[in-house]
């Protein structure tokens, strides 16, 4: 069987792998970059957050969009079979925290490496530079036309990846294809991206906030975060932010209030009662003086705004009502939110190619025989730390022991 798998990223190299295995296929990788695994390259800064070391059920909990789809897949490979994979071929892992997993090198380019040594074992073709502009279907062949080579083939394999990082080649080509073959695309949005916030000059930016919860609510409903943020020159981001940007992002949040809960352990109660006994420990000081034992630097200047302080207030001087407002700006550190960061600053693109409309044992099409979709091009994001590689690696292994098995 001739197949053609468009797209070189982590789901297409994956499904390469298994398609050729013990098979007579011949197998042809096209990918419109001059080089293989692009954005696979850049992920994790470079050091390749290639999966997640956690139990399929715990991965599932952290894919936000269509996660019973992926039951079939998660469970025939498994974040523990992308790990022995990967050792098995000499590519050695290490888990750090959070369960995110890296090769010990530290460098991505060892985990393209592995798959360039098995695509080559198996003799399967790679086309560089090789844009795909046209695909069609004509009796039991595709014709996949590029801007300079026409191919044929029995089965068509797309893997282009989503829209976000287009300098990437995630143009968004997939969908286009997807949609000549009638299939539904589900909103397109970016997923895993900063958020804007209004009225705000960049004055925080760098600052890194760890141990927070932060929260939005929309619609009588509350997404919440806690772990490690940081403000940008125009809002904030960080990995509970990114995180939450991918829970709220299918909600109009223009306008809606991002709180920071900068103590989280502490009940408002609690941290009453200490600023009670720190009042007369440090009655003299100046109150933005004093809030260095709460917040940092930065953080202070802001704060004595947004409560209406006095610049020069002491803390002797802070009334019952004073205090209560302190320790409910600690505990709502709040911005107003302009927008999300538009889809090409997004880590992956949330929405694509309808699930209903592919079978998930196999990803192939259940309009059009011998036609699978595998990766982010689907309707399928989850959040980081490695579990977005993995639905990658997932349905591309799926995809590809099925078609090693259909000759």
């Not at 390259?41 to 997640?52: A, E, L, Q, S, V």
């Not at 932060?214 to 403000?231: C, D, H, Y």
């Amino acid at each position: 069987m001739d197949i053609v798998i468009i797209g070189s990223g982590p789901a297409g190299l994956m499904c390469a792998v298994k398609s050729s295995e013990n098979t007579s296929n011949k197998i042809t990788i096209l990918d419109g970059n001059e080089k293989v695994g692009k954005k696979l390259f850049i992920t994790g800064k470079g050091r390749c957050n290639i999966c997640n070391n956690t139990t399929c059920d715990e991965f599932l909990k952290n894919v936000i969009n269509n996660n019973k789809f992926l039951f079939a897949s998660i469970n025939k490979f498994s974040p523990q079979d992308t790990i022995n994979f990967f050792e098995k071929n000499g590519t050695h892992l290490k888990t750090e925290r959070g369960n995110r997993v890296f090769p010990v090198s530290d460098k991505s380019s060892d985990i393209i490496k592995t798959f360039l040594r098995i695509l080559k074992r198996n003799n399967v073709s790679i086309e560089l530079n090789q844009l795909v502009i046209d695909i069609k279907k004509e009796d039991d062949k595709f014709i996949i036309n590029t801007k300079n080579k026409t191919f044929i083939c029995d089965a068509v394999v797309i893997a282009t990846g989503g829209k976000s990082y287009s300098s990437t080649g995630s143009r968004g080509d997939g969908y286009l294809f997807a949609e000549k073959f009638n299939h539904e695309i589900i909103n397109i949005r970016p997923a895993l991206v900063p958020i804007k916030i209004n009225n705000y000059n960049g004055e925080l930016s760098g600052l890194t906030l760890k141990n927070v919860k932060v929260s939005v609510k929309i619609n009588n409903k509350t997404f919440s975060q806690f772990g490690e943020m940081l403000f940008t020159h125009n809002g904030v981001s960080g990995p509970i932010i990114l995180s939450l940007s991918s829970y709220i992002n299918l909600y109009q949040i223009s306008g809606c209030i991002l709180s920071i809960d900068l103590k989280p352990n502490l009940t408002n109660e609690i941290l009453d009662n200490r600023l009670i006994r720190d009042f007369k420990t440090f009655k003299t000081k100046i109150l933005k003086n004093y809030l260095k034992e709460l917040m940092p630097s930065s953080l202070i200047e802001i704060f004595i705004r947004k409560n209406h302080f006095e610049e020069d207030i002491k803390v002797c001087n802070i009334t019952k009502e004073d205090r209560l407002k302190i320790v409910n700006g600690l505990k709502n550190f709040s911005f107003e939110i302009k927008c999300l960061e538009d889809i090409e600053t997004g880590i992956v693109t949330a929405g694509g190619v309808s699930i209903k409309e592919i079978n998930p044992k196999n990803m192939q099409s259940k309009k059009v025989d011998n036609l699978f979709f595998i990766g982010e091009v689907l309707d399928l994001d989850a959040l980081t730390g490695g579990f977005n590689i993995q639905i990658a690696l997932s349905t591309g292994y799926v995809a590809g022991e099925y078609l090693a098995n259909i000759n």
